[in-house]
């Protein structure tokens, strides 16, 4: 009857040794996961023309950047992804993600965002004409 309980003791305290094993691991994965899985799921940025309603006498890069703001979360990441303020036109051209582009869309003042139809390449690439080469 002693060895029978002593087995089952012994079988417990083995079960909870792994229980508790298994638990660490698993939040040693949670810590170190989730930069590795960011990386996989990490989107591509492509180039887009964003069309918005500017205000008449504000600055036009200051109104641009404005509007990437909330959808970038600071002025300096929006300046890096804007590539060209349009002069012409109301609005620019900036590097997004596919989930920045559905929320900027959402913002008030934006009219439009498309991908641009010229190729990058062309425009950045080597000895495109936006490269500095020309």
Known sequence: ???????????????LFLSLMLALMAEARNVI???????????????YIV???RPKGVDLEKADIHVLVPVLGSKKAAKEA????????????AKLTPSQVKHLKKQPG????????????LMYGPGGWLSGAV
Do not use: C
């Open 51 to 53: 069309d918005i309603i």
């Open 1 to 15: 009857m002693n060895s029978m309980r002593n087995i089952q003791s012994t079988a417990i305290v083995l079960l």
């Open 33 to 47: 996961t989730p930069g590795f899985e960011t990386e996989k799921v990490k989107e591509e940025k492509d180039v």
């Open 82 to 93: 804007i590539i060209y303020h349009y002069k012409v036109i109301s609005g620019f051209a």
């Open 110 to 121: 934006v009219l439009r965002v498309e991908p641009d139809r010229i190729s990058t390449h």
